[in-house]
């Protein structure tokens, strides 16, 4: 017999500033795609109340996130994924966890970045690329005429359906831009975080040749060189 807080069963939803809690099997309950839950609090048990047994419950869930919100006070985990569905946690906190066979739990943080040449003066066109610890690029973000890039949601971890973390953590962030020196920092990316890259000097030479084509020779006279 379920008792929830609240379920879910339409699609392309936003639920924004709620809080539930004191619900007995579930705070929430998500048997739908393209939801976003914001900006809420899932206390579960805090505060008293009966034994709620998970607050996030995940029966059916594609492309669902929960974000700038809390989870807590459950009696035996915050986040249940039945197999085969996903949810991504970004920027909300969490502590249990138990997702079932094929099933993925993403954690995330915000990232931005903000990239200027070594005189102080912000880039646009800077091409900002994010690899994590195994070398796979999973951003690749330009900057803007501000020289900031888009807020990024970077995953830390994902728990896989044997409740194990898959660290992707630490990052190495390149930012590049034709003409310019590049500059490459690592980043362990456990909460939200902005960066500044600052040093990228111009100009660096650089030539785009156009002619002669391909399989030509190329040769300089130097016979007049002193």
């Known amino acids: 017999d379920f008792k929830r807080g609240l379920a879910i069963n339409t699609t392309n939803l936003t639920f924004s500033n709620n809080t539930i809690s004191k619900a007995y099997t579930s705070d929430i309950e998500i048997l739908s795609s393209n939801i976003v839950l914001e900006s809420s609090q899932f206390r579960a048990n805090d505060g008293g109340g009966t034994a709620t047994v998970n607050n996030i419950y995940c029966v059916y869930c594609s492309n669902v996130t929960i974000r700038d919100s809390n989870i807590s006070g459950s009696s035996t985990q915050n986040v249940y994924i039945s197999a085969n569905q996903e949810l991504t946690l970004l ?9 079932q066979a094929g099933g993925r739990l993403y954690k995330q943080w915000y990232f931005n970045a903000l990239v200027k040449d070594s005189a102080g003066n912000a880039l646009s066109g800077v091409l900002v690329s994010f690899y994590n610890n195994t070398g796979a690029l999973s951003l690749s973000p330009m900057t803007n005429s501000s020289g900031n890039i888009i807020q990024q949601n970077v995953t830390e971890y994902y728990v896989n359906g044997s409740n194990d973390k898959i660290y992707q953590t630490n990052y190495t962030i390149n930012a590049t831009k ?3 020196s590049s500059e490459a920092r690592s980043f362990n990316i456990t909460t939200n975080m902005n960066a500044t890259f600052a040093t990228l000097s111009n100009p660096v030479p650089w030539t ?6 391909n399989g030509s020779n190329l040769s300089r006279d130097t016979s007049s060189d002193k």
């Open 208 to 213: 785009t040749m156009n002619a002669p084509g």
């Open 91 to 99: 920027n909300t906190n969490h502590t249990t966890h138990n997702v």
């Open 178 to 180: 034709i003409g310019y």
